[in-house]
Protein backbone atom coordinates (compact mmCIF):
# COMPACT_ATOMS: atom_id res chain seq x y z
CA UNK A 1 0.00 0.00 0.00
CA UNK A 2 1.52 3.96 -0.87
CA UNK A 3 0.72 6.64 1.44
CA UNK A 4 2.13 9.91 1.91
CA UNK A 5 3.73 10.30 5.71
CA UNK A 6 6.26 11.35 7.97
CA UNK A 7 9.64 9.14 8.14
CA UNK A 8 8.97 8.48 12.37
CA UNK A 9 5.32 6.87 10.60
CA UNK A 10 7.42 4.81 8.31
CA UNK A 11 9.50 3.21 10.96
CA UNK A 12 6.49 3.08 13.11
CA UNK A 13 4.87 0.79 10.38
CA UNK A 14 7.83 -0.84 10.14
CA UNK A 15 8.17 -1.79 13.64
CA UNK A 16 4.61 -2.79 13.55
CA UNK A 17 5.00 -5.06 10.87
CA UNK A 18 7.78 -6.72 12.29
CA UNK A 19 5.61 -7.24 15.31
CA UNK A 20 7.81 -5.87 18.08
CA UNK A 21 6.63 -7.52 21.27
CA UNK A 22 7.66 -4.74 23.34
CA UNK A 23 8.33 -1.42 22.97
CA UNK A 24 9.84 1.34 26.38
CA UNK A 25 11.03 4.79 25.01
CA UNK A 26 11.24 8.02 26.20
CA UNK A 27 10.15 10.95 24.47
CA UNK A 28 12.69 13.11 22.49
CA UNK A 29 12.89 15.43 19.58
CA UNK A 30 12.83 14.18 16.77
CA UNK A 31 11.84 10.79 17.81
CA UNK A 32 8.77 11.83 19.66
CA UNK A 33 6.35 10.96 16.74
CA UNK A 34 7.82 8.12 15.97
CA UNK A 35 7.24 6.46 19.75
CA UNK A 36 3.73 8.51 19.80
CA UNK A 37 2.77 6.53 16.47
CA UNK A 38 3.50 3.02 18.17
CA UNK A 39 1.43 3.83 21.85
CA UNK A 40 -1.32 4.99 19.48
CA UNK A 41 -0.95 1.12 17.15
CA UNK A 42 -1.00 -0.46 20.85
CA UNK A 43 -3.92 1.47 22.40
CA UNK A 44 -5.72 0.75 19.05
CA UNK A 45 -5.29 -2.94 19.60
CA UNK A 46 -3.56 -3.02 15.61
CA UNK A 47 0.01 -3.92 17.58
CA UNK A 48 -0.40 -6.78 19.67
CA UNK A 49 2.51 -5.63 21.79
CA UNK A 50 3.55 -3.96 25.32
CA UNK A 51 4.20 -0.52 25.26
CA UNK A 52 6.04 0.04 28.79
CA UNK A 53 6.21 3.77 29.22
CA UNK A 54 9.53 4.73 31.43
CA UNK A 55 10.93 7.70 32.95
CA UNK A 56 14.92 8.22 30.90
CA UNK A 57 15.90 6.47 28.17
CA UNK A 58 18.36 4.68 29.97
CA UNK A 59 15.43 2.84 31.56
CA UNK A 60 14.02 2.46 28.29
CA UNK A 61 17.03 0.49 26.86
CA UNK A 62 16.89 -1.74 30.15
CA UNK A 63 13.63 -2.83 29.91
CA UNK A 64 14.00 -3.45 26.27
CA UNK A 65 17.45 -5.69 27.78
CA UNK A 66 15.55 -7.53 30.14
CA UNK A 67 12.42 -7.70 27.49
CA UNK A 68 14.65 -9.12 24.97
CA UNK A 69 16.71 -11.81 27.41
CA UNK A 70 13.27 -13.14 27.95
CA UNK A 71 12.88 -14.03 23.95
CA UNK A 72 10.27 -11.16 23.11
CA UNK A 73 11.27 -8.71 19.86
CA UNK A 74 11.96 -5.76 22.22
CA UNK A 75 12.30 -1.95 20.03
CA UNK A 76 12.89 1.14 20.79
CA UNK A 77 14.11 4.52 19.65
CA UNK A 78 15.63 7.95 20.94
CA UNK A 79 17.78 10.88 19.52
CA UNK A 80 20.67 12.88 21.00
CA UNK A 81 21.39 13.66 24.70
CA UNK A 82 18.56 10.84 24.77
CA UNK A 83 21.21 8.54 23.37
CA UNK A 84 24.04 9.19 25.40
CA UNK A 85 21.85 8.84 28.39
CA UNK A 86 21.10 5.21 27.50
CA UNK A 87 25.21 5.45 26.70
CA UNK A 88 25.94 2.28 28.96
CA UNK A 89 23.23 -0.21 28.48
CA UNK A 90 23.98 0.15 24.76
CA UNK A 91 27.21 -1.24 25.38
CA UNK A 92 25.80 -3.66 27.20
CA UNK A 93 23.00 -4.59 25.11
CA UNK A 94 25.65 -5.22 22.42
CA UNK A 95 28.04 -7.52 25.38
CA UNK A 96 24.93 -9.06 26.26
CA UNK A 97 24.10 -10.33 22.36
CA UNK A 98 20.63 -8.94 22.76
CA UNK A 99 19.04 -8.67 19.68
CA UNK A 100 17.23 -5.09 20.17
CA UNK A 101 16.41 -2.87 17.54
CA UNK A 102 16.66 0.71 17.74
CA UNK A 103 15.98 4.19 15.81
CA UNK A 104 18.56 6.24 16.42
CA UNK A 105 17.01 9.73 14.86
CA UNK A 106 19.61 12.15 14.49
CA UNK A 107 20.46 14.87 16.49
CA UNK A 108 23.28 17.26 17.40
CA UNK A 109 24.40 16.87 20.58
CA UNK A 110 24.49 19.69 23.49
CA UNK A 111 26.04 22.09 24.61
CA UNK A 112 25.01 24.45 23.72
CA UNK A 113 21.37 22.78 23.13
CA UNK A 114 20.26 22.21 19.61
CA UNK A 115 17.61 19.81 18.34
CA UNK A 116 18.28 19.94 14.61
CA UNK A 117 20.10 17.28 12.95
CA UNK A 118 23.60 16.10 12.76
CA UNK A 119 25.25 12.72 12.66
CA UNK A 120 27.22 13.39 16.08
CA UNK A 121 25.10 10.90 18.44
CA UNK A 122 25.21 7.79 16.74
CA UNK A 123 28.92 8.52 15.43
CA UNK A 124 29.33 9.03 19.26
CA UNK A 125 28.16 5.25 20.07
CA UNK A 126 29.70 3.58 16.60
CA UNK A 127 32.10 1.67 18.95
CA UNK A 128 29.50 0.38 21.31
CA UNK A 129 29.35 -3.07 19.37
CA UNK A 130 25.81 -2.22 17.94
CA UNK A 131 25.35 -2.76 14.04
CA UNK A 132 24.95 0.63 12.55
CA UNK A 133 22.78 1.26 9.46
CA UNK A 134 21.54 4.58 7.67
CA UNK A 135 18.94 5.55 5.85
CA UNK A 136 18.43 8.00 3.23
CA UNK A 137 14.88 7.89 2.48
CA UNK A 138 11.07 6.72 4.04
CA UNK A 139 11.23 3.89 2.16
CA UNK A 140 14.74 3.09 3.24
CA UNK A 141 13.86 3.92 6.76
CA UNK A 142 10.80 1.31 6.64
CA UNK A 143 12.73 -1.35 4.78
CA UNK A 144 15.28 -1.04 7.05
CA UNK A 145 13.89 -1.47 10.10
CA UNK A 146 12.09 -4.85 8.93
CA UNK A 147 15.28 -6.08 8.05
CA UNK A 148 17.10 -4.62 10.98
CA UNK A 149 15.10 -7.34 13.15
CA UNK A 150 15.65 -10.25 11.20
CA UNK A 151 19.61 -8.84 11.02
CA UNK A 152 19.86 -8.20 14.54
CA UNK A 153 18.08 -12.22 15.36
CA UNK A 154 20.44 -13.38 12.60
CA UNK A 155 23.93 -12.79 14.80
CA UNK A 156 22.48 -12.05 17.87
CA UNK A 157 23.88 -8.56 18.09
CA UNK A 158 21.36 -5.48 18.35
CA UNK A 159 21.05 -3.00 15.66
CA UNK A 160 20.67 0.95 15.45
CA UNK A 161 18.44 2.25 12.35
CA UNK A 162 20.28 5.64 11.79
CA UNK A 163 17.91 8.34 9.75
CA UNK A 164 18.29 12.01 9.74
CA UNK A 165 15.77 14.44 12.11
CA UNK A 166 13.68 16.45 10.12
CA UNK A 167 14.87 16.32 7.03
CA UNK A 168 13.69 12.74 7.23
CA UNK A 169 11.83 12.21 10.60
CA UNK A 170 9.08 14.82 9.86
CA UNK A 171 9.28 15.54 5.78
CA UNK A 172 6.26 13.66 4.00
CA UNK A 173 7.13 11.73 1.17
CA UNK A 174 5.70 8.69 -0.33
CA UNK A 175 6.58 4.81 0.50
CA UNK A 176 5.26 1.61 0.25
CA UNK A 177 4.12 -0.16 2.88
CA UNK A 178 4.99 -3.69 2.51
CA UNK A 179 1.99 -6.58 2.70
CA UNK A 180 1.68 -7.82 6.26
CA UNK A 181 1.88 -11.51 5.03
CA UNK A 182 5.00 -10.64 3.01
CA UNK A 183 6.52 -9.33 5.90
CA UNK A 184 5.57 -12.36 7.92
CA UNK A 185 7.30 -14.44 5.56
CA UNK A 186 10.01 -12.81 5.56
CA UNK A 187 10.72 -12.36 9.02
CA UNK A 188 9.60 -15.38 11.45
CA UNK A 189 8.84 -14.89 14.92
CA UNK A 190 11.79 -14.22 17.04
CA UNK A 191 13.41 -17.90 17.95
CA UNK A 192 15.99 -16.63 20.69
CA UNK A 193 19.15 -17.91 21.06
CA UNK A 194 18.83 -17.92 24.74
CA UNK A 195 15.69 -16.91 27.26
CA UNK A 196 15.51 -16.45 30.67
CA UNK A 197 13.01 -18.81 32.42
CA UNK A 198 12.49 -19.47 36.01
CA UNK A 199 12.54 -23.35 35.98
CA UNK A 200 16.22 -23.63 34.55
CA UNK A 201 17.58 -20.60 36.59
CA UNK A 202 21.05 -18.72 34.97
CA UNK A 203 23.35 -16.06 35.82
CA UNK A 204 23.41 -13.85 32.40
CA UNK A 205 26.91 -11.72 32.21
CA UNK A 206 27.92 -11.86 35.78
CA UNK A 207 31.12 -10.41 36.95
CA UNK A 208 33.96 -11.99 34.57
CA UNK A 209 38.04 -12.02 35.80
CA UNK A 210 40.62 -10.98 33.52
CA UNK A 211 41.73 -15.20 32.98
CA UNK A 212 39.31 -17.28 32.10
CA UNK A 213 37.62 -19.83 34.65
CA UNK A 214 35.78 -23.11 35.17
CA UNK A 215 32.32 -23.38 35.52
CA UNK A 216 30.39 -25.41 38.23
CA UNK A 217 30.98 -27.94 35.95
CA UNK A 218 34.01 -27.65 35.93
CA UNK A 219 34.30 -26.94 31.98
CA UNK A 220 36.11 -23.97 31.26
CA UNK A 221 33.93 -20.70 30.10
CA UNK A 222 34.50 -18.06 27.75
CA UNK A 223 35.65 -14.99 30.01
CA UNK A 224 35.56 -11.46 29.11
CA UNK A 225 38.01 -11.19 26.13
CA UNK A 226 36.60 -14.10 24.45
CA UNK A 227 33.05 -12.83 24.68
CA UNK A 228 34.66 -9.57 23.36
CA UNK A 229 36.15 -11.02 20.62
CA UNK A 230 33.19 -13.41 19.14
CA UNK A 231 31.25 -9.99 19.00
CA UNK A 232 33.67 -8.66 16.62
CA UNK A 233 34.21 -11.65 15.00
CA UNK A 234 30.60 -12.08 14.29
CA UNK A 235 30.13 -8.10 13.15
CA UNK A 236 32.81 -9.07 10.66
CA UNK A 237 30.92 -11.73 9.38
CA UNK A 238 27.51 -10.23 9.94
CA UNK A 239 28.94 -7.74 6.96
CA UNK A 240 27.78 -10.84 4.85
CA UNK A 241 24.78 -11.44 6.26
CA UNK A 242 23.84 -7.75 5.46
CA UNK A 243 23.95 -8.30 1.85
CA UNK A 244 21.94 -12.14 2.01
CA UNK A 245 19.11 -10.33 4.11
CA UNK A 246 19.05 -7.66 1.37
CA UNK A 247 19.34 -9.95 -1.57
CA UNK A 248 15.94 -12.18 -0.09
CA UNK A 249 14.24 -8.59 0.60
CA UNK A 250 15.14 -7.83 -2.77
CA UNK A 251 13.37 -11.69 -3.86
CA UNK A 252 10.40 -10.90 -1.87
CA UNK A 253 9.56 -6.57 -2.29
CA UNK A 254 11.48 -5.69 -5.24
CA UNK A 255 13.25 -3.04 -3.14
CA UNK A 256 16.97 -3.17 -2.38
CA UNK A 257 20.64 -3.80 -3.68
CA UNK A 258 22.81 -1.62 -2.14
CA UNK A 259 23.35 -3.14 1.10
CA UNK A 260 26.49 -1.95 2.20
CA UNK A 261 27.48 1.24 0.26
CA UNK A 262 24.89 2.78 -2.31
CA UNK A 263 26.63 4.49 -5.40
CA UNK A 264 25.39 6.97 -7.84
CA UNK A 265 26.87 7.45 -11.58
CA UNK A 266 30.94 6.51 -9.30
CA UNK A 267 31.57 3.03 -11.35
CA UNK A 268 33.70 5.77 -14.24
CA UNK A 269 33.92 8.53 -11.69
CA UNK A 270 37.49 10.19 -10.94
CA UNK A 271 36.08 12.00 -8.10
CA UNK A 272 33.45 10.44 -5.67
CA UNK A 273 31.74 12.45 -2.97
CA UNK A 274 31.33 10.58 0.02
CA UNK A 275 28.90 10.67 3.23
CA UNK A 276 26.14 9.22 5.52
CA UNK A 277 22.29 9.50 5.45
CA UNK A 278 19.99 11.81 3.51
CA UNK A 279 22.66 13.93 2.37
CA UNK A 280 23.82 11.33 -0.31
CA UNK A 281 20.47 12.06 -1.70
CA UNK A 282 21.24 15.57 -1.93
CA UNK A 283 24.96 15.52 -3.29
CA UNK A 284 23.44 13.47 -6.34
CA UNK A 285 22.33 17.02 -7.52
CA UNK A 286 25.75 18.30 -7.49
CA UNK A 287 27.23 15.31 -8.88
CA UNK A 288 24.61 15.72 -11.98
CA UNK A 289 25.66 19.39 -12.63
CA UNK A 290 29.18 18.67 -12.27
CA UNK A 291 28.60 15.92 -14.84
CA UNK A 292 27.12 18.46 -17.00
CA UNK A 293 30.17 20.92 -16.26
CA UNK A 294 32.48 17.94 -17.36
CA UNK A 295 33.96 16.45 -14.38
CA UNK A 296 33.46 13.09 -13.56
CA UNK A 297 31.83 12.95 -10.36
CA UNK A 298 29.78 10.51 -8.30
CA UNK A 299 28.47 10.33 -5.07
CA UNK A 300 28.60 6.95 -3.05
CA UNK A 301 26.48 6.58 0.34
CA UNK A 302 27.67 4.55 3.08
CA UNK A 303 24.31 2.38 4.46
CA UNK A 304 26.38 -0.05 6.59
CA UNK A 305 28.24 2.12 8.98
CA UNK A 306 29.36 -0.69 11.63
CA UNK A 307 30.55 -3.14 10.97
CA UNK A 308 32.74 -1.08 8.16
CA UNK A 309 32.23 -2.61 4.67
CA UNK A 310 35.65 -2.06 3.90
CA UNK A 311 35.56 -4.70 0.83
CA UNK A 312 31.90 -2.81 -0.36
CA UNK A 313 34.15 1.07 -0.10
CA UNK A 314 37.64 -0.29 -1.61
CA UNK A 315 35.28 -1.63 -4.78
CA UNK A 316 33.83 1.62 -5.03
CA UNK A 317 36.19 4.02 -4.30
CA UNK A 318 39.79 3.05 -5.12
CA UNK A 319 39.55 3.49 -8.76
CA UNK A 320 38.33 7.24 -8.22
CA UNK A 321 41.17 9.93 -8.20
CA UNK A 322 39.94 12.03 -5.47
CA UNK A 323 37.09 11.43 -2.65
CA UNK A 324 35.70 14.08 -0.95
CA UNK A 325 34.34 13.07 2.44
CA UNK A 326 30.97 15.09 3.32
CA UNK A 327 30.53 14.75 7.30
CA UNK A 328 27.77 16.10 9.72
CA UNK A 329 29.93 14.83 12.78
CA UNK A 330 33.40 14.79 14.22
CA UNK A 331 36.23 13.17 15.82
CA UNK A 332 36.98 16.31 17.89
CA UNK A 333 40.84 16.89 17.93
CA UNK A 334 41.18 15.02 14.70
CA UNK A 335 38.81 14.80 11.77
CA UNK A 336 35.71 13.15 10.65
CA UNK A 337 34.81 10.08 12.09
CA UNK A 338 33.55 8.59 8.31
CA UNK A 339 36.87 10.11 6.90
CA UNK A 340 39.00 8.35 8.89
CA UNK A 341 37.57 4.95 7.92
CA UNK A 342 37.60 5.56 4.64
CA UNK A 343 41.30 6.38 4.38
CA UNK A 344 41.78 3.12 6.91
CA UNK A 345 40.13 1.33 4.02
CA UNK A 346 42.11 2.50 1.16
CA UNK A 347 45.17 2.73 2.77
CA UNK A 348 45.89 -1.29 1.49
CA UNK A 349 44.36 -0.97 -2.13
CA UNK A 350 47.22 -0.31 -4.79
CA UNK A 351 45.73 3.25 -6.24
CA UNK A 352 45.19 5.11 -3.45
CA UNK A 353 42.63 8.64 -3.86
CA UNK A 354 43.63 11.54 -2.16
CA UNK A 355 40.86 12.18 0.30
CA UNK A 356 39.33 15.30 1.38
CA UNK A 357 37.12 16.18 4.60
CA UNK A 358 34.49 18.82 4.96
CA UNK A 359 32.25 19.10 7.91
CA UNK A 360 28.59 20.64 7.10
CA UNK A 361 25.67 21.11 8.60
CA UNK A 362 26.43 20.29 12.80
CA UNK A 363 23.23 21.43 15.05
CA UNK A 364 21.09 21.75 12.00
CA UNK A 365 23.40 24.56 10.20
CA UNK A 366 21.64 24.48 6.69
CA UNK A 367 23.90 22.31 3.85
CA UNK A 368 23.47 24.78 0.90
CA UNK A 369 23.50 22.88 -2.34
CA UNK A 370 25.68 25.38 -4.02
CA UNK A 371 27.94 25.16 -1.38
CA UNK A 372 28.26 21.96 -1.74
CA UNK A 373 28.67 22.06 -5.15
CA UNK A 374 31.52 24.59 -4.63
CA UNK A 375 33.37 22.40 -2.23
CA UNK A 376 33.32 19.47 -4.69
CA UNK A 377 34.11 21.24 -7.36
CA UNK A 378 36.95 22.89 -5.61
CA UNK A 379 38.53 19.59 -4.77
CA UNK A 380 38.24 17.71 -8.00
CA UNK A 381 40.45 20.81 -9.25
CA UNK A 382 43.27 20.85 -6.61
CA UNK A 383 44.14 17.23 -6.08
CA UNK A 384 47.13 18.10 -4.53
CA UNK A 385 46.44 19.66 -1.10
CA UNK A 386 47.81 17.02 1.45
CA UNK A 387 46.23 18.81 4.35
CA UNK A 388 44.36 16.11 6.87
CA UNK A 389 42.42 19.10 8.30
CA UNK A 390 38.58 19.12 7.93
CA UNK A 391 37.32 22.19 6.33
CA UNK A 392 34.27 23.52 7.48
CA UNK A 393 31.41 24.67 5.53
CA UNK A 394 28.98 27.13 6.16
CA UNK A 395 30.85 28.99 8.50
CA UNK A 396 30.15 32.13 9.91
CA UNK A 397 33.32 33.33 12.19
CA UNK B 1 22.00 -24.43 27.74
CA UNK B 2 21.42 -22.11 24.99
CA UNK B 3 21.62 -22.16 21.34
CA UNK B 4 24.44 -24.02 19.92
CA UNK B 5 25.67 -21.35 17.82
CA UNK B 6 25.39 -18.43 20.46
CA UNK B 7 26.39 -20.70 23.40
CA UNK B 8 29.80 -19.64 23.95
CA UNK B 9 29.08 -16.24 22.81
CA UNK B 10 27.41 -15.15 25.13
CA UNK B 11 27.58 -14.86 29.50
CA UNK B 12 25.01 -17.09 30.98
CA UNK B 13 26.12 -19.91 33.69
CA UNK B 14 24.38 -22.42 36.08
CA UNK B 15 23.89 -20.67 38.89
CA UNK B 16 25.81 -22.33 42.31
CA UNK B 17 29.11 -22.58 44.63
CA UNK B 18 31.89 -21.50 42.29
CA UNK B 19 30.68 -19.83 39.65
CA UNK B 20 33.33 -16.82 40.34
CA UNK B 21 35.87 -19.29 41.00
CA UNK B 22 37.09 -19.75 44.61
CA UNK B 23 36.79 -16.71 45.90
CA UNK B 24 37.76 -17.35 49.84
CA UNK B 25 41.37 -15.95 48.14
CA UNK B 26 40.20 -12.93 47.94
CA UNK B 27 39.91 -12.54 51.60
CA UNK B 28 41.91 -10.41 53.80
CA UNK B 29 40.24 -10.70 57.24
CA UNK B 30 38.29 -13.95 57.78
CA UNK B 31 35.26 -14.09 60.63
CA UNK B 32 35.68 -16.49 63.03
CA UNK B 33 32.42 -17.64 64.96
CA UNK B 34 32.74 -17.69 69.23
CA UNK B 35 30.30 -20.62 69.73
CA UNK B 36 30.53 -19.41 73.41
CA UNK B 37 28.46 -16.66 72.39
CA UNK B 38 27.13 -17.34 69.33
CA UNK B 39 22.83 -17.54 69.60
CA UNK B 40 21.98 -20.98 68.10
CA UNK B 41 25.52 -22.39 69.33
CA UNK B 42 24.87 -21.46 73.22
CA UNK B 43 21.26 -22.08 73.23
CA UNK B 44 21.50 -24.93 71.16
CA UNK B 45 18.28 -23.71 69.44
CA UNK B 46 17.24 -22.53 65.70
CA UNK B 47 17.37 -18.80 66.87
CA UNK B 48 18.59 -15.25 65.19
CA UNK B 49 20.81 -16.58 62.49
CA UNK B 50 21.47 -13.24 61.23
CA UNK B 51 24.67 -13.97 59.82
CA UNK B 52 22.91 -16.68 57.42
CA UNK B 53 20.24 -14.31 56.32
CA UNK B 54 22.72 -11.36 55.65
CA UNK B 55 25.47 -13.53 54.06
CA UNK B 56 25.13 -11.92 50.50
CA UNK B 57 27.15 -14.99 49.32
CA UNK B 58 24.97 -17.87 50.70
CA UNK B 59 28.16 -18.94 52.28
CA UNK B 60 27.47 -19.32 56.22
CA UNK B 61 24.76 -22.90 57.11
CA UNK B 62 21.40 -22.22 58.76
CA UNK B 63 22.97 -25.40 61.32
CA UNK B 64 23.60 -25.52 64.88
CA UNK B 65 26.30 -24.31 65.09
CA UNK B 66 26.37 -21.95 61.93
CA UNK B 67 29.74 -22.82 59.47
CA UNK B 68 31.08 -20.88 57.15
CA UNK B 69 32.41 -22.12 54.19
CA UNK B 70 35.49 -20.69 53.54
CA UNK B 71 36.58 -21.43 49.75
CA UNK B 72 34.34 -18.91 48.87
CA UNK B 73 33.66 -16.41 51.60
CA UNK B 74 35.13 -13.13 50.86
CA UNK B 75 35.42 -11.44 54.08
CA UNK B 76 33.16 -8.74 53.59
CA UNK B 77 32.36 -8.73 57.25
CA UNK B 78 28.38 -8.29 56.33
CA UNK B 79 28.22 -11.14 59.00
CA UNK B 80 29.78 -9.35 61.61
CA UNK B 81 28.77 -6.59 61.48
CA UNK B 82 24.94 -8.21 61.80
CA UNK B 83 25.83 -10.51 64.60
CA UNK B 84 23.62 -9.12 67.11
CA UNK B 85 25.90 -10.01 70.12
CA UNK B 86 29.21 -9.75 68.36
CA UNK B 87 30.06 -13.36 68.46
CA UNK B 88 32.03 -12.74 65.00
CA UNK B 89 35.33 -11.57 64.93
CA UNK B 90 37.40 -10.98 62.17
CA UNK B 91 41.05 -12.43 62.10
CA UNK B 92 43.60 -11.12 59.71
CA UNK B 93 44.50 -13.69 56.87
CA UNK B 94 48.37 -12.86 57.54
CA UNK B 95 48.10 -13.34 61.30
CA UNK B 96 46.42 -16.84 60.77
CA UNK B 97 48.67 -17.86 57.99
CA UNK B 98 51.82 -17.27 59.74
CA UNK B 99 50.37 -19.50 62.49
CA UNK B 100 49.85 -22.05 59.95
CA UNK B 101 53.64 -22.04 59.32
Known amino acids: MHCIESGNVAAAYGVKLARAQVIAAYPITPQTPLTEKLSEFVDGGEMQAEYIPVESEHSALAVCIAASSTGVRAFTATSANGLLYMSEQVHWAAGARLPIVMCVVNRGVGAPWTIWNDHQDSISQRDAGWIQVYACDHQQIIDTVIQAFYLAEAVSIPVMVCYDGYLLSHTYMPFDIPEAAQVDHFLPPFKPAYALDPSQPANLNTVTLPDIRPDIRGDLAPGYMEIRHNLHTDLRQAIENVAEIDARFKDTFGRGGCPHVEPYRSDDADFIAVCLGSLSYQLRDVADILRDEGLKTGVCGIRLYRPFPDEAVVDALAKAKGIVVFEKALSYGNQGALCGDIKAALYHSKQRPFVRNYIVGLGGREIKTADLLAAFRASCAQTDDETDTPQWIGLNL | ?101
Do not use: Q
Not at chain 2, 10 to 23: F, I, L, M, V
Not at chain 2, 35 to 57: G, V
Not at chain 2, 62 to 76: A, S
Open chain 2, 1 to 101: MGHPIFARKKSHSEPGPGDAGKTGSWRVRRPIIDLAICIPAKTNSMACFNCWLYCPDGVITRTIPPTIDYTYCKGCEICAEECPVDAIRMVEETELIKKEL
